[in-house]
């Protein structure tokens, strides 16, 4: 690792994600979910991806649908609100977001009165631990396209849901039924 990181410090390299690095890294990412056309953006953490991504969906008048337990509604300090965004929660299922919950609050939110509900919110595994299955995400990701919504999914703890025993979805697999997630 040191000969490496001296290696590299000693040769230059242009910035702002163009060194080979960056792109090499990308490449990779490009690979696995076997997408060669996917955008691959390096932001600093879990929080400034959800606020970049979220904050980029969003009309001003539009919101983002999540469980009551998610992390963008419990742990992050109000960085969506905070862009004039609202974020319409619903009870899990053991930490989970269901069809029938994202059903609903589009059901209701029906006016020009009303925000408008623009994207769902899921972080795998879940902020309870549990961890979605295939059948799950591909019933949450024809809901969204149904609906006309966005899926993403927050990555944080997504390591740890790929290689639970409970999963059964691969990486490319997920990445083809969400339309933006993070590592």
């Given at each position: 690792v040191l000969e490496a990181l001296q290696t590299a410090n000693l040769s230059q390299e242009v910035g702002y994600g163009e060194d080979s690095f960056t792109?090499?890294?990308?490449?990779?990412?490009?690979?696995?979910?076997?997408?060669p056309r996917a955008e691959v953006h390096f932001v600093s953490g879990g929080t400034q991806a959800n606020l970049i991504v979220l904050s980029s969906m969003l009309r001003s008048f539009e919101s983002v649908i999540a469980v009551e337990s998610g992390h963008i509604n419990v742990h992050e300090g109000g960085a969506l609100e905070a862009t004039g965004h609202k974020i319409n929660t619903v009870p899990g299922v053991n930490g989970k977001l269901v069809p029938a919950a994202i059903e609903n609050v589009c059901a209701i939110h029906d006016n020009e009165q009303m925000v408008m509900p623009r994207a769902v919110y899921v972080s795998n595994s879940t902020e309870l631990g549990t961890v979605y299955t295939k059948s799950e995400l591909q019933g949450l990701s024809q809901t969204c396209k149904k609906l006309g919504l966005y899926f993403y999914l927050d990555g944080a703890r997504l390591g740890s849901a790929l290689t639970s025993k409970d999963s059964d979805i691969t990486l490319a697999e997920l990445s083809a039924l969400v339309d933006v997630f993070y590592i």
């Amino acid at each position: 690792v040191l000969e490496a990181l001296q290696t590299a410090n000693l040769s230059q390299e242009v910035g702002y994600g163009e060194d080979s690095f960056t792109k090499s890294a990308a490449e990779l990412i490009r690979g696995t979910i076997g997408n060669p056309r996917a955008e691959v953006h390096f932001v600093s953490g879990g929080t400034q991806a959800n606020l970049i991504v979220l904050s980029s969906m969003l009309r001003s008048f539009e919101s983002v649908i999540a469980v009551e337990s998610g992390h963008i509604n419990v742990h992050e300090g109000g960085a969506l609100e905070a862009t004039g965004h609202k974020i319409n929660t619903v009870p899990g299922v053991n930490g989970k977001l269901v069809p029938a919950a994202i059903e609903n609050v589009c059901a209701i939110h029906d006016n020009e009165q009303m925000v408008m509900p623009r994207a769902v919110y899921v972080s795998n595994s879940t902020e309870l631990g549990t961890v979605y299955t295939k059948s799950e995400l591909q019933g949450l990701s024809q809901t969204c396209k149904k609906l006309g919504l966005y899926f993403y999914l927050d990555g944080a703890r997504l390591g740890s849901a790929l290689t639970s025993k409970d999963s059964d979805i691969t990486l490319a697999e997920l990445s083809a039924l969400v339309d933006v997630f993070y590592i």
